[in-house]
């Protein structure tokens, strides 16, 4: 059964860290590419972070340029996403979510069409 699990998630101030994994498992391609995705409350979704299959690609949208890390641990089956220096607006579910390739191309990482798989979420409240 295809799986992904999201977990890491929590409360915490302005300027801390915290670090999201997402689990893989029951794939028929071993090493898809995966990224993160975020939904603030009445906004729409947008992509954060991506990782093609061996991490030799990786993507991040503009306002988490510098702050986030995404990383990934095949042995484990498991992606990372390591956020810093957390702001309010940072606020929402994430989403890990699967494509059925082992990359995506150009600007096609934020299109949450191209992903086939998704994780339940993990909620992130960077807050005071």
């Known amino acids: 059964q295809l799986q992904l699990v999201e977990s890491g998630g929590g409360l915490v101030q302005p300027g801390g860290s915290l670090r999201l994994s997402c689990a893989a498992s029951?794939?028929?391609?071993?090493?898809?590419?995966i990224a993160w995705f975020r939904q603030a409350p009445g906004k729409e979704r947008e992509g954060v972070s991506y990782?093609?299959?061996?991490?030799?690609?990786?993507n991040y949208a503009d306002s988490v340029k510098g702050r986030f890390t995404i990383s990934r641990d095949n042995f484990k089956n498991t992606v990372y996403l390591q956020m810093n220096s957390l702001k309010p607006e940072d606020t929402g579910v994430y989403y890990c979510?699967?494509?059925?390739?082992?990359?995506?191309?150009?600007?096609?990482?934020?299109?949450?069409?191209?992903?086939?798989?998704w994780g339940q979420g993990t909620q992130v409240t960077v807050s005071s």
């Open positions: 979510a699967a494509a059925s390739t082992p990359s995506l191309y150009g600007s096609s990482w934020y299109n949450g069409a191209f992903y086939a798989y």
């Open positions: 029951g794939f028929t391609l071993d090493y898809p590419a």
């Open positions: 990782i093609s299959s061996f991490g030799g690609s990786t």
